[in-house]
């Protein structure tokens, strides 16, 4: 992969599978900005992986366009230029649909869905430049569900079709794929007043066609195939790492 010098931004990118991305990308050469809602813990990743490469930390609530715009500005008034977007950002509130109030509902799909098209429309001058690549992270809620998650479901669901919306509009300067994460043990990814022990049973890797509950790094190391010109001829696309999950078939006996 030749990315050096690169610039991404990586929303999301203080915990969990972001925080997993944006080493992966700094692991790559690859200059990383991350917009980052919980100072705290967008402080401490910058710290941690300072060591890795260069990387600066925006605080950012991604459902606001200030905040995306000014994030987008930081990279290319920072370093000159800017090659990928990862959006990854995301939050979950699980009620039951007939307590799930109309604020929340809003809130979810606003910083899932509505930070996915903010970051898209200002960046892709900038990407256009670059013959850059957007990869948007999703979720196998987009395409299966539990109960009372149907605004993070709606949420993941649209990530998926304006994934491949975009990579039509934006085609051929920019391509755009997502990837869709199954059970991704994340854990030891938090910042550190929420990191705990990862304490996961035999019975939960068995499930797994593939033999065991994910890694953060499942789904970066895709993400920076994805961004990288080795998938030039990708785009549109959903990108399922669940470890077989949804293509196994579960009766009741």
């Given at each position: 992969m030749?990315?050096?010098?690169?610039?991404?931004?990586v929303?999301?990118g203080?915990?969990g599978?972001?925080?997993?991305?944006?080493r992966?990308?700094?692991e790559?050469?690859l200059k990383?900005?991350i917009?980052?809602?919980?100072?705290?813990?967008?402080?401490?990743?910058?710290a941690?992986l300072?060591?890795?490469?260069d990387?600066?930390?925006?605080?950012a609530?991604?459902?606001?366009?200030?905040?995306?715009q000014?994030t987008?500005?930081?990279?290319?008034?920072?370093?000159?230029?800017?090659?990928y977007?990862v959006?990854n950002?995301?939050?979950m509130?699980?009620?039951p649909v007939?307590?799930?109030?109309?604020?929340?509902w809003?809130?979810?799909?606003?910083?899932?869905l509505?930070?996915v098209?903010?970051g898209?429309?200002?960046?892709a001058p900038?990407l256009?430049e670059r013959?850059g690549a957007?990869?948007?992270?999703a979720s196998?809620?987009g395409?299966m569900?539990e109960?009372?998650?149907?605004?993070?479901?709606?949420?993941?669901?649209?990530?998926?079709?304006?994934t491949h919306?975009l990579?039509?509009?934006?085609?051929p300067a920019v391509?755009?794929?997502?990837v869709?994460p199954g059970?991704i043990e994340a854990?030891d990814?938090?910042k550190?007043?929420l990191r705990?022990?990862?304490?996961?049973?035999?019975?939960?890797?068995?499930?797994?066609?593939?033999?065991r509950?994910?890694r953060?790094e499942?789904v970066?190391?895709?993400?920076l195939?994805?961004?990288?010109?080795?998938?030039?001829?990708?785009?549109g696309?959903?990108?399922?790492?669940?470890?077989?999950?949804?293509?196994?078939?579960?009766y009741?006996e």
């Amino acid at each position: 992969m030749h990315l050096n010098g690169k610039v991404a931004i990586v929303t999301g990118g203080g915990q969990g599978i972001g925080k997993a991305i944006a080493r992966h990308c700094l692991e790559r050469g690859l200059k990383v900005v991350i917009a980052e809602a919980d100072a705290e813990a967008g402080q401490e990743t910058a710290a941690e992986l300072a060591a890795l490469g260069d990387i600066r930390c925006v605080a950012a609530d991604v459902a606001r366009e200030e905040d995306v715009q000014r994030t987008v500005r930081e990279a290319v008034d920072g370093y000159g230029r800017l090659d990928y977007l990862v959006n990854n950002a995301g939050i979950m509130i699980r009620k039951p649909v007939t307590e799930l109030s109309l604020a929340e509902w809003r809130r979810v799909l606003d910083v899932n869905l509505s930070s996915v098209f903010l970051g898209a429309k200002h960046a892709a001058p900038f990407l256009r430049e670059r013959r850059g690549a957007i990869v948007n992270i999703a979720s196998t809620r987009g395409l299966m569900s539990e109960p009372a998650t149907e605004a993070y479901s709606a949420s993941k669901g649209g990530i998926i079709a304006l994934t491949h919306a975009l990579a039509v509009s934006l085609g051929p300067a920019v391509r755009v794929n997502c990837v869709s994460p199954g059970w991704i043990e994340a854990g030891d990814w938090k910042k550190r007043s929420l990191r705990h022990p990862v304490q996961l049973r035999e019975e939960d890797h068995r499930q797994h066609p593939a033999g065991r509950v994910g890694r953060p790094e499942d789904v970066a190391s895709l993400v920076l195939y994805l961004l990288s010109d080795e998938a030039g001829f990708v785009t549109g696309a959903d990108f399922v790492v669940d470890g077989g999950m949804t293509r196994k078939m579960i009766y009741v006996e």
